[in-house]
């Protein structure tokens, strides 16, 4: 079985909780066990896998995420199929 979760997120850098929607579609599935993927196909978005145990590690991960990958980093930002 293959379903969709379509997102809109509402900021730049974002993580969604996608756990609800996953239970549901496992859910109404009757799924008892096995394996669920979840695959983004957007270029720039990932999947993590995060217990929640401390809600600061979003925001953490967010974090980390700048200072690694910075948005104003000369040569880095182009338009989508532009050379350089």
Do not use: C, F, W
């Not at 379509?6 to 859910?27: F, P």
């Not at 145990?53 to 980093?73: C, F, S």
Request: no cysteine.
């Amino acid at each position: 079985m293959i379903h969709e979760i379509h997102l809109q997120s509402k900021h730049r850098d974002e993580m969604i909780d996608i756990t609800a929607q996953v239970e549901k579609l496992l859910a109404q599935e009757n799924v008892q066990e096995g394996l669920a993927v979840v695959y983004s196909s957007h270029a720039t978005a990932g999947t993590t896998i995060n217990e929640k145990a401390d809600p600061d590690v979003p925001r953490d991960i967010l974090a980390r995420l700048k200072e690694i990958v910075p948005r104003n980093r000369v040569g880095d930002r182009r338009i989508e199929g532009e050379q350089k």
